[in-house]
């Protein structure tokens, strides 16, 4: 069966009510758009195998060391800070939060604190995450965002010491 067309009429465009919807939709995004602070956004140094440990040049003040010891399964044996015993991350937070005396307001020299952290190479990432929480920062009573140490250096893990 054939169609004939009776006619050839021009469908026409407007372009004018188009336009109106663009700009009404590019407004209403620029409107709504909330910049939200960066979660988690701290300083991680990595290890680097191909650098010799005796010739880097440590600052004055030595870093914080953080050792964390895993059970043969992955899970956490023992925090160990400046090698003193730890009984969980609060304790170090606390002890962190002293050492950069942030509960007593900004300090001249908290911001080259750096600590390292040192774990077993079985231990679990979940813990490994843990700890920089408890050392780079928390959220406090009110709301606001309490930065302790922004300084993070992971150590290169090593066999379980077991």
């Known amino acids: 069966m054939r169609m004939k067309s009776r006619g050839t009429s021009k469908v026409d465009l407007m372009m004018t009510p188009m336009i109106d919807i663009v700009f009404q939709l590019l407004i209403f995004f620029i409107m709504s758009f909330q910049i939200a602070v960066a979660e988690g956004d701290f300083l991680v140094s990595m290890p680097n195998e191909g650098v ?24 956490l044996a023992g925090i160990f800070l400046n090698e003193n015993r730890q009984a ?13 005396a942030r509960d007593r307001g900004p300090v001249r020299d908290a911001d080259s604190i750096q600590i390292e952290i040192d774990s077993d190479y079985r231990l679990r990432y979940t813990h490994v995450m ?33």
Do not use: H, Q
């Open 52 to 75: 010799r440990s005796d010739l880097l040049n440590d600052e004055l003040t030595p870093p914080l060391k953080l050792r964390l010891e895993a059970t043969d399964d992955g899970e």
């Open 88 to 100: 969980s991350f609060r304790d170090v937070r606390e002890f962190v939060m002293r050492v950069t």
């Open 130 to 162: 843990a700890a920089v929480t408890a050392v780079s920062g928390f959220v406090g009573p009110d709301g606001t965002r309490i930065d302790l140490i922004e300084n993070v250096k992971l150590a290169s893990p090593r066999p379980t010491s077991r």
